[in-house]
């Protein structure tokens, strides 16, 4: 099943929003406290002009509203970035309404029109934000979103964030229909079936995974233990924690003290010493192989234990909210995202677990 573009069935929503830190502004699950939607803005076409509605400020009936109106007149929304946009929605009530509507993402539509393998990693990836578009597609509007204040709560300001909402909304319909146009028949039904996992995908990233803090806290005792353990088999022959954690000590260690073959060598030239070395030597040395062992102890307390804990302290839910990013690579495969982006700043620890593909 596909769908074919209709002016009069389409409309563009975006919400901004803010919080009691920058970074809280795109953690929805934090709605109930320290999250606040600041402008909701729609546009559509009328048998003429683009129309706009919406509202500055908070009001759980704008989303209402809006929804069932999508969901009456049949209308298709389309966004950028659209698993954020209604993982807002659900945090205010409206998750079965949600999964009403029949969603598209501009960002999604760009990928599947530019699909390019990414195998030059010398090179940035392309990004696909809507700003990026505007730049790239309608250079003549590039920087419209110069001087806004995404945080200012003040009278003026938020008119002004108002009216760049609209415009979002605006360029992201013109976008999406322009990006549309351009696939072919099968690639319209690969994105018209892809974008209804979307509903999911925000629901999955707004409610995310609960951790078990007392498992948590265990595993890194059993797994502490373990590595203590395993130092104390090598003291002996000069490991140490300070040793194990520099690469450029542990290749002395390895290949000039303990006489052993380099396996591989890293981008810089210098002498691998990572997990794949360590397991191949493990077959020749046993020293390898309870060093491999011991480090093994620490990144395993460290990725299942000790990040997942700080994600549930820093969320504030007890819960870590790794995101799932629809068509992760040019293959069409999800990816994880274990830190959460804000217009100004990345901030470590809110999230946990991540994934190159699924």
């Not at 997942?308 to 799932?324: E, F, I, S």
Request: hydrophobic share 40%; proline share 5%; aromatic share 12%.
């Amino acid at each position: 099943m596909s769908w074919a573009w209709d002016d009069q069935h389409v409309v563009a929503m975006d919400y901004e929003t803010s919080g009691t830190l920058p970074e809280y502004a795109l953690q929805p699950w934090r709605m109930a406290s320290d999250m606040w939607v600041t402008s909701m803005a729609w546009v559509y076409p009328d048998y003429g002009p683009l129309k706009h509605d919406g509202m500055i400020g908070h009001s759980p009936y704008a989303t209402k509203r809006f929804l069932e109106w999508a969901i009456e007149e049949d209308r298709v929304v389309c966004g950028w970035n659209t698993p954020f946009d209604i993982s807002v929605a659900m945090a205010q009530g409206f998750t079965a309404l949600c999964k009403r509507v029949h969603w598209l993402d501009g960002r999604l539509l760009w990928r599947h029109v530019f699909c390019r393998p990414e195998t030059d990693d010398s090179k940035p990836r392309k990004p696909y934000g809507l700003k990026d578009y505007v730049r790239e597609h309608m250079p003549q509007f590039a920087g419209y979103d110069a001087d806004v204040d995404f945080h200012d709560q003040s009278a003026a300001a938020l008119e002004k964030l108002h009216r760049y909402n609209v415009q979002d909304c605006a360029f992201t319909l013109m976008g999406c229909k322009a990006l549309w146009a351009q696939l072919e028949p099968r690639q319209q039904q690969a994105a018209w079936i892809e974008a209804q996992c979307l509903p999911m995908v925000a629901e999955a990233n707004l409610t995310g995974l609960l951790i078990d803090t007392l498992a948590a806290n265990d595993l890194i005792l059993a797994l502490e233990a373990t590595a203590a353990d395993k130092l104390s088999l090598l003291a002996p022959y000069g490991v140490t924690e300070k040793v194990v954690r520099s690469p450029k000590q542990m290749a002395t260690l390895l290949f000039d003290e303990w006489k052993l073959p380099v396996q591989s060598l890293t981008a810089t030239g210098g002498r691998s010493t990572d997990k794949t070395t360590l397991f191949e030597l493990a077959f020749i040395d046993e020293r390898c192989k309870t060093l491999r062992d011991y480090r093994e102890a620490l990144n395993c307390s460290k990725k299942f234990a000790q990040t997942p804990l700080a994600a549930a302290q820093y969320n504030g839910d007890n819960r870590a909210h790794p995101m799932a990013m629809v068509f992760g690579t040019y293959s069409g495969r999800f990816t994880y995202s274990s830190k959460q982006n804000n217009r100004k700043k990345r901030k470590d620890g809110e999230e946990a677990f991540s994934s190159e593909g699924a």
